[in-house]
């Protein structure tokens, strides 16, 4: 593959549009090739999502029930206390969470102040605990990145969610070039990137692939991808796609697992309502990652007995760091896995 910095964007978007049309089954296989020649196809990583500020949003995001525009059955709440984070922490890590994701319904976090120390303060003892560090805490400037990255944080999760044209009719209250601005400020601070998006909120499939074209112009590309199907929470505006199905999500992580060979892929919201089988089909087309933990941010995920039992399974095993470190390694040219 061609690397994107010279290639002009309408043939970008062409390349992409091709794999994703690809037929079904080839397009698997040649997910799970490439998958294979950059990640250790035994281990998924498994991350820990908790909403340590719920509700009451300013943002008008259509698929987000937390947003304060729409009446939804998400009780507004305070941020938790940094004890409480850490508890919840010490329980993701017992139940073999590697990465701790703390997230937060603003639309972008306070620039100083007792709330922001806390989120410092948080971000430094979750690393103490050994695990890596992940925040979502929507748009954030230049210095409040640089801090978050000099307090610990790994990985800042800031999703596209969509492409460019559709965004305009899902989010009016902040505009796509935000987005891109943030991601920059993190990028530029030394944090890793989590970028993704969601499908099945009613966009084409010209939408997908426009998507998946503005995360390959993301240069370096992000580490860490997370793939969302949209999940509908009385109360939202909008209305799932009609005829959506598990099919619709394995193309989509295919299509980013070949465009984006060296990104970890997180097969994120929407599990709760995909067969095993379903989901077994995301892991062999390029998915290594996933959420686990009975709750998301608001909705509800699997059971996390039954979740290990999946991977077990599966043959699949949770990743520890050094696992991580080894993969990363294997990314920087020597492809072991590549013999398969
Ligand atoms: N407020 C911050 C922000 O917007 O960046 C952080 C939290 S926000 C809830 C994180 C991401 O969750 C969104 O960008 C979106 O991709 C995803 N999300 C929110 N509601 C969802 C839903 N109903 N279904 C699927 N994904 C959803
Ligand atoms: C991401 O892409 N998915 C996660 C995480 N980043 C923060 C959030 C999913 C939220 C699903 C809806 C909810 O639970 O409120
Ligand atoms: Fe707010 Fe984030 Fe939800 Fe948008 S996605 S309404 S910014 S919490």
Request: charged fraction near 20%; glycine fraction near 14%; include cysteine.
């Given at each position: 593959m061609t690397s994107t910095s010279t290639k002009n964007l309408h043939e970008l978007k062409a390349e992409i549009s091709r794999v994703y049309h690809m037929p079904y089954l080839d397009l698997i296989f040649k997910a799970q090739e490439i998958h294979r020649r950059h990640h250790n196809p035994e281990t998924v990583q498994l991350s820990h999502l908790l909403s340590i500020k719920t509700g009451g949003c300013r943002?008008?995001?259509?698929?987000?029930?937390?947003?304060?525009h729409y009446k939804t059955p998400v009780v507004a709440d305070r941020i938790w206390d940094v004890d409480r984070i850490i508890e919840s922490a010490i329980l993701a890590k017992k139940a073999g969470a590697t990465r701790f994701c703390m997230g937060a319904a603003w639309s972008s976090p306070p620039k100083k102040g007792a709330v922001y120390q806390s989120l410092l303060t948080a971000a430094r003892e979750v690393k103490q605990l050994g695990l890596e560090v992940c925040m979502t805490l929507g748009m954030l400037n230049q210095q409040q990145a640089s801090e978050l990255q000099a307090a610990g944080v790994d990985y800042y999760n800031h999703n596209l969610d969509t492409s460019r044209e559709y965004y305009q009719k899902i989010i009016t209250t902040r505009s796509y070039d935000d987005r891109l601005k943030t991601l920059d400020h993190v990028r530029r601070s030394g944090m890793k990137v989590c970028c993704g998006g969601i499908i099945?909120?009613?966009?084409?499939l010209d939408d997908r692939i426009g998507l998946l074209t503005e995360l390959c112009l993301l240069d370096p590309p992000p580490e860490s991808v997370p793939i969302n199907q949209f999940v509908k929470v009385q109360g939202t505006p909008l209305l799932p796609s009609e005829s959506f199905d598990s099919r619709d999500m394995i193309r989509m992580i295919a299509t980013t697992r070949i465009m984006l060979p060296q990104s970890v892929i997180r097969l994120s919201a929407g599990r709760k309502d995909m067969t095993e089988d379903g989901q077994s089909l995301c892991f062999l087309a390029g998915a290594n990652s996933l959420f686990i933990g009975e709750k998301l941010l608001t909705t509800s995920n699997p059971e996390p007995a039954k979740d290990l039992a999946m991977l077990q399974k599966l043959g699949l095993k949770p990743s520890t760091h050094q696992a991580l470190e080894h993969d990363d390694k294997e990314d920087a040219g020597n492809n072991s896995f590549e013999q398969v």
């Open positions: 943002e008008d995001c259509a698929y987000c029930p937390q947003s304060a099945g909120m009613g966009e084409s």
